[in-house]
């Protein structure tokens, strides 16, 4: 089982950045294939980007050259650093886990609210 956390929401101006964190309980985090989602209000929610255990990434084209995903194994962290954000980005966050080998994220975090202002 593993639970995750959110933080690092926040209200920013149009073309700043932030870093979301999301903490993982759970002896095996090193075994999931993490991911970040956001939902906007009155949307689907919305794939943003998925790393593996070893570091490969890969982003949604809308978010590729401004996010950046990472995970520290050590401390069952990962993050996403947001640069040159946009009003469109403004969403609730949301930090995911799934096993490697399965395509279902079966763990997800309560959200983080990012509001980007114009």
């Known amino acids: 089982q593993v639970q995750l956390v959110e933080s690092g929401g926040g209200l920013v101006q149009t073309g700043g950045s932030l870093r979301l964190s999301c903490r993982a309980s759970?002896?095996?985090?090193?075994?999931?294939?993490m991911g970040w989602f956001r939902q906007a209000p009155g949307k689907e929610r919305e794939f943003v980007a998925t790393?593996?255990?070893?570091?490969?990434?890969y982003y949604a084209d809308s978010m590729k050259g401004r996010f950046t995903i990472s995970r520290d194994n050590a401390n069952n962290m990962v993050y996403l650093q947001m640069n040159s954000l946009k009003p469109e980005d403004t969403a609730a966050y949301y930090c995911?886990?799934?096993?490697?080998?399965?395509?279902?994220?079966?763990?997800w975090g309560q959200g983080t609210q990012v509001t980007v202002s114009s």
């Open positions: 790393i593996s255990w070893s570091g490969g990434t």
């Open positions: 759970g002896r095996t985090f090193s075994s999931y294939v």
């Open positions: 995911a886990a799934r096993r490697s080998g399965s395509s279902e994220y079966v763990h």
